[in-house]
Nanobody, 125 residues
Framework: QVQLVESGGGLVQAGGSLRLSCAVS????????MGWFRQAPGKEREFVAA????????YYADSVKGRFTISRDNAKNTVYLQMDSLRPEDTAVYYC??????????????????WGQGTQVTVSS
């Protein structure tokens, strides 16, 4: 079983920055593709970013490209989401996710076997 624990959420003004962290335990971290999803009130859960096992390949939703950066530290079993130039529409609960498979359909909810409990990010205007 894999445990994912997010941290780093909070309240920030528009234009500000936050860095989310996700600590992973229970499985060899370097064998997991990792990602972040988010869900705003009344909306469906949506893909934000993903990173392959080695960290060499990353993917982003168009809405965050150029503003968010996903990274991982395989020595610390942790994945990060650096969020810059935040907008009110980025307000959501952010979920860390893990996929022990091939990571091909990285933007689909069903690809990921493991989910964190979520951390709230609120961006005020």
């Amino acid at each position: 079983q894999v445990q994912l624990v997010e941290s780093g959420g909070g309240l920030v003004q528009a234009g500000g920055s936050l860095r989310l962290s996700c600590a992973v335990s229970g499985r060899i971290f370097s064998r997991l593709n990792m990602g972040w999803f988010r869900q705003a009130p009344g909306k469906e859960r949506e893909f934000v970013a993903a990173i392959r096992k080695s960290g060499a390949i990353t993917y982003y939703a168009d809405s965050v490209k150029g503003r968010f950066t996903i990274s991982r530290d395989n020595a610390k079993n942790t994945v990060y989401l650096q969020m810059d130039s935040l907008r009110p529409e980025d307000t959501a609960v952010y979920y860390c996710v893990a996929d022990p498979g091939y990571g091909v359909q990285y933007a689909k909810v069903g690809t990921y076997d493991y989910w964190g409990q979520g951390t709230q990010v609120t961006v005020s205007s």
